[in-house]
């Protein structure tokens, strides 16, 4: 399918817009202004789609070049739309589960099977790293100046000012961004090694998280700027491997990140029943100043007590979910009412053992997605949405790896970082988030770009 000029400037104008001014209760909190944005973050992308699809009305067929992506979309689809049917309620979050995900699939469908013209493709690129910048400055000049941070539990990281969210909604969002982004910046970082304009924005990167100090966030990034510097050394870009170092040693070194670092590591480490010996400590000695958590995070304004008790409530959602997963295994409680239980607090009404449902506490999202997706659509829902995401990754891989060998460090490090963001916060439901995942997903997945291979193959078709 081809791009036009609109269609063109409709992704660019949607990039700078979704990244810098629809992050929720960012800026200041208006009811009308927020409802706004909460629709703009689906009708955007809707536009993008319907643009392209409108360009492309004669030429459809195309969509038939790439199998099995369009069938997995077309089952999830219907797999959605039954849930919405077959769930406890059919509601309006119910309705607005159902849109987003359509338009979500949407997007990364059409952007994927998109012919990008190589200047075309640049200014769109251009433009996502433009908008990146522009995040990653005033998230900057918000820590500097001290400017709206959220101070929840400074005295857990002695030595920082507060936590930053930037442009999105909360530090827990603003931090998946970052990683997301992380895996496209090091790739064009890997094939223009000596770029300026990557390298600043890979320092930027590293100011961002750091000031988020969301430490979930840090941890995947430290694994993917261990993941880069293996890669710049086997490349012998060793300019490239020295950066990624000193950011590291910098990260560490500002005041108050050793403390979130280490209480990620101290999880990790716990995790995978790593032996003592062989952990890694950036404290001589935790003592008062930082006590023994978990990777969990306060995820947002109705967290009750101090990181400890954001633990227990975390684990106390996902017993809820769970609960609901082991009761409604085959088409879940329905797309969207995760929303719906939450507002109107009324889970009990829906489980036959509501022994895991606090009279003390009230029920919020699981906050881990994999949890919830399974719990509103069902084993075979959740399959059917990663299997689509996948089958992209797949066929890139496929007719791309000979020609372009970093589309596998790219592809494989944007799914790594999505895989483990997913298990502290719901992604696919983190709307400002996605859609600007999915389009870059979808654009470094086009099987058009760099696949000779795969071009030959429709051309014979044709």
């Avoid at 995790?271 to 995070?297: N, Y």
């Avoid at 967290?303 to 106390?316: A, H, L, M, P, T």
């Avoid at 979910?321 to 329905?334: D, N, R």
């Amino acid at each position: 399918m081809k791009i036009t000029k609109r269609s063109e400037v409709l992704i660019i104008i949607s990039l700078y817009i979704i990244t810098l001014f629809l992050g929720v209760y960012t800026f200041f909190n208006i009811t009308f202004i927020d409802k706004i944005r909460y629709a703009l973050l689906v009708i955007l992308p809707s536009l993008i789609s319907l643009s392209i699809l409108f360009d492309n009305i004669k030429n459809l067929k195309i969509l038939l070049k790439n199998k099995i992506p369009l069938i997995l979309y077309i089952l999830t689809i219907i797999w959605l739309f039954l849930t919405l049917i077959f769930g406890i309620d059919i509601n309006l979050s119910s309705i607005k589960g159902f849109i987003h995900y359509s338009v979500l699939l949407t997007l990364i469908l059409v952007i994927f099977n998109c012919k990008f013209e190589k200047e075309t493709l640049n200014r769109i690129k251009k433009h996502l790293f433009i908008s990146f910048a522009l995040s990653m400055c005033f998230g900057i000049f918000q820590y500097v100046t001290k400017y709206n941070l959220n101070t929840y539990n400074n005295d857990k990281y002695p030595g920082i000012f507060g936590r930053i969210n930037s442009t999105f909604y909360i530090a827990t969002t603003f931090d998946k961004y970052i990683v997301l982004m992380f895996p496209i910046i090091t790739y064009e970082l890997l094939n223009d090694k000596d770029n300026k304009y990557y390298k600043i924005l890979l320092i930027l990167s590293m100011f961002g998280i750091t000031f988020t100090f969301s430490r979930s966030g840090q941890l995947i990034y430290l694994v993917m700027c261990f993941i880069f510097f293996i890669v710049t050394l086997l490349k012998k870009q060793f300019k490239n491997s020295i950066l990624i170092v000193l950011l590291v040693i910098c990260m560490i070194l500002i005041p108050g990140a050793k403390y979130s670092i280490q209480s990620a590591l101290d999880y990790a480490y716990e995790t995978v029943h790593m032996p003592k010996v062989l952990r890694l400590s950036l404290l001589d000695k935790l003592g008062s100043e930082i006590e023994e958590v978990e990777a969990g995070e306060c995820a947002d304004d109705d967290c009750v007590g101090d990181i400890e008790g954001s633990n227990f409530f975390r684990k106390y959602y996902e017993s809820v979910g769970k609960a609901f997963i082991k009761e409604y295994p085959v088409f879940g409680i329905g797309i969207g009412n995760a929303t719906y239980l939450y507002e109107n607090q009324n889970a009990k009404d829906y489980l036959k053992d509501d022994s895991v449902i606090s009279d003390e506490y009230p029920y919020m999202y699981p906050h881990n997605c994999y949890i919830q997706l399974t719990e509103e659509t069902g084993v075979i829902g959740i399959v059917l949405l990663f299997s689509f995401v996948l089958s992209l990754a797949i066929i890139k891989l496929k007719y791309s790896i000979k020609e372009n060998k970093n589309i596998f460090y790219v592809i494989l490090l944007m799914l790594f970082g999505l895989a483990l963001g997913n298990i502290t916060e719901g992604l696919f439901y983190t709307k400002q988030v996605i859609y600007l995942f999915a389009i870059g997903y979808a654009i470094y997945c086009n099987s058009f770009i760099d696949s000779k291979k795969y071009n030959k193959k429709i051309k014979e078709q044709e």
